[in-house]
């Protein structure tokens, strides 16, 4: 499996262009979704934001098979401005802003790529993908809102998702709101699950990825600035391992489900 992972600035033009018409196929004409497009693409003001984009291809500037979208919850983002009230009191905790904690949305297939026998294994294969790039990445948790048809079908993988909230009517119908540990046992569920479909070995191409690592270590080893009357200041050993941390990672990653990740 080859997975580019791009950020808004660095994907290809023109995967750029054929991703968001697959989704404005899927989320506009398909599921009838009342969102924002224009010129056969969809398109919303969080597609200009700190996101990545993980596209599925039959290789490098082959043909798209699937798509998500991950924000990291330190950004503005979907769950925590429109969806916001949906997320139960109990569970607004879960919002709290992180870089270990993203949103994954406008999860979708290219149907026309698969048979319907296949078209199940895709997402499978889709969701794996997404896993092993957050187990890489340091991704803990993702958080994502759907239709109650698609979380059924989550639930029916065997993954273990915990229930947000909802919303009885979003202008497309009711919204469930999820969150999802990147944990040993889901990942173990859909590695299984993986190979019982015969899912290749997965690549992973682009600079998505070390963008996405530098962003969390930044703020890991971002201070806590003092804020009394002292005005403390960072030290200059803060400031050099706060920019050693950012510094540009390989640019690729190679995954084998019997050896584990690796960085190339």
Same mark, same amino acid.
């Given at each position: 499996? %080859?997975?580019?992972?791009?950020?808004?600035?660095?994907?290809? %033009?023109?995967?750029?262009?054929?991703?968001?018409?697959?989704?404005? *196929?899927?989320?506009?004409?398909?599921? !009838?979704?009342?969102?924002?497009?224009?010129? !056969?693409?969809?398109?919303?003001? &969080?597609?200009?934001?700190?996101?990545?984009?993980?596209?599925?291809?039959?290789?490098?500037?082959?043909?798209?098979?699937?798509?998500?979208?991950? /924000?990291?919850?330190?950004?503005?983002?979907?769950?925590?401005?429109?969806?916001?009230?949906?997320?139960?009191? !109990?569970?607004?905790?879960?919002?709290?802003?992180?870089?270990?904690?993203?949103?994954?949305?406008? =999860?979708?297939?290219?149907?026309?790529?698969?048979?319907?026998?296949?078209?199940?294994?895709?997402? /499978?294969?889709?969701? %794996?993908?997404? &896993?092993?790039?957050?187990?890489?990445?340091? /991704?803990?948790?993702? =958080?994502?809102?759907?239709?109650? /048809?698609? &979380?059924?079908?989550?639930?029916? =993988?065997?993954?273990?998702?915990? #229930?947000?909230?909802?919303?009885?009517? &979003? *202008?497309?119908?009711?919204?469930?709101?999820?969150?999802?540990?990147? @944990?040993?046992?889901?990942?173990?569920?859909?590695?299984?699950?993986?190979?019982?479909?015969?899912?290749?070995?997965?690549?992973?191409?682009?600079?998505?990825?070390?963008?996405?690592?530098? =962003?969390?270590?930044?703020?890991?080893?971002?201070?806590? #600035?003092?804020?009394?009357?002292?005005?403390?200041?960072?030290?200059?050993?803060?400031?050099?391992?706060?920019?050693?941390?950012?510094?540009?990672?390989?640019?690729?990653?190679?995954? @084998?489900?019997?050896? !584990?990740?690796?960085?190339?």
């Amino acid at each position: 499996m %080859f997975v580019q992972i791009d950020t808004a600035q660095t994907i290809d %033009f023109a995967l750029r262009e054929t991703m968001l018409r697959l989704r404005k *196929r899927v989320f506009c004409e398909q599921l !009838g979704w009342d969102i924002p497009h224009c010129n !056969g693409q969809e398109a919303d003001i &969080f597609d200009f934001n700190k996101c990545l984009y993980l596209n599925w291809l039959s290789g490098l500037g082959g043909d798209l098979f699937g798509s998500v979208r991950l /924000i990291p919850l330190s950004e503005d983002n979907l769950l925590t401005t429109v969806f916001k009230s949906s997320v139960d009191e !109990g569970h607004q905790a879960a919002l709290s802003r992180s870089t270990r904690v993203w949103e994954a949305t406008r =999860l979708c297939l290219d149907e026309t790529m698969f048979n319907a026998q296949d078209r199940p294994l895709a997402l /499978i294969k889709l969701l %794996f993908s997404l &896993f092993l790039a957050c187990r890489t990445i340091g /991704i803990e948790r993702l =958080l994502c809102n759907c239709d109650a /048809i698609v &979380f059924r079908r989550y639930r029916s =993988l065997g993954l273990t998702i915990d #229930w947000l909230g909802a919303t009885p009517d &979003f *202008r497309h119908g009711a919204v469930c709101c999820l969150s999802v540990a990147i @944990s040993d046992q889901n990942v173990g569920v859909l590695d299984a699950l993986a190979r019982e479909a015969g899912a290749a070995p997965v690549v992973f191409n682009g600079l998505g990825i070390a963008a996405a690592v530098a =962003l969390i270590r930044e703020h890991d080893l971002a201070p806590v #600035w003092n804020t009394d009357h002292r005005g403390t200041k960072p030290t200059a050993r803060t400031k050099r391992r706060v920019s050693r941390a950012t510094k540009q990672l390989p640019l690729s990653v190679s995954h @084998s489900m019997k050896t !584990g990740s690796r960085l190339t």
